[in-house]
């Protein structure tokens, strides 16, 4: 596989649920990145790894728990969701923080009941 | 706070016909970027742009930016179905923080 790929495509998820999105990118980049997108909203950085560190939260709220064990690997873990979280999660990479465009995975679309 | 305004919003666009998105920004920036995304698929990157006055051309998009402005153009030359997807510019600084513009869904018609 090639570029950013990201698991699943679509969840439905219960508020009471934990169920988490995975995120693989084969471009070797160190950085990596969460973005959220709504319907009729500018797409909203949620947060930033570097070299497996996390260098941005963007007042993300607890419910939703980043891990990136790798540079290669990052995971949003998910967890008594709201039903306005319900959206299109977008996984981006780029070769380091700051340096170069960035690479977007096709997203997992969520939907909370 | 970096802000991004993208316009139109929305644009139904008549093939054969040339039109532009503009994207403004609030404060200054050294690069941005134009994606195209189509429905349910992944941002695609279109152009950077990273100097004043750097204009970039692919088949029939060109995008040019003017840094004092604060002010990018996609100009699309005669329009074709396939151009229907939305755009998004995006805008950032030194500090890789891109500041996303709401998009313009382009609809292209016979």
């Known amino acids: 596989e090639t570029g950013v790929t990201q698991t699943p495509r679509h969840l439905v998820m219960g508020m009471t649920n934990k169920k988490s999105l995975k995120c693989e990118q084969h471009?070797?980049?160190?950085?990596m990145y969460w973005y959220k997108q709504s319907a009729k909203k500018p797409l909203e950085l949620m947060f930033v790894y570097n070299f497996k560190e996390q260098t941005e939260n963007n007042s993300v709220p607890s419910r939703f728990s980043p891990e990136c064990p790798n540079s290669s690997h990052l995971f949003l873990h998910l967890h008594t969701l709201q039903p306005e979280d319900s959206a299109l999660y977008l996984c981006a990479s780029s070769p380091g923080q700051g340096a170069g465009e960035l690479f977007f995975g096709e997203g997992s679309r969520l939907t909370v009941l | 706070e970096l802000k991004v305004e993208q316009n139109p919003l929305f644009l139904s666009m008549q093939e054969g016909k040339n039109y532009t998105i503009y994207c403004n920004y609030s404060?200054?920036?050294?690069?941005l970027y134009w994606y195209r995304q189509d429905p349910g698929k992944s941002l695609e990157s279109l152009f950077v742009l990273l100097s004043n006055g750097a204009v970039k051309q692919e088949g029939r998009l060109m995008a040019s930016l003017d840094t004092k402005a604060r002010l990018s153009t996609l100009h699309i030359t005669a329009a074709v179905h396939d151009l229907s997807a939305t755009y998004f510019c995006?805008?950032?600084?030194?500090?890789?923080?891109?500041?996303f513009g709401a998009g313009t869904t382009v609809t292209v018609r016979a």
């Open positions: 995006a805008v950032g600084r030194n500090d890789y923080k891109l500041s």
């Open positions: 404060t200054t920036s050294d690069r």
């Open positions: 471009l070797g980049h160190n950085a």
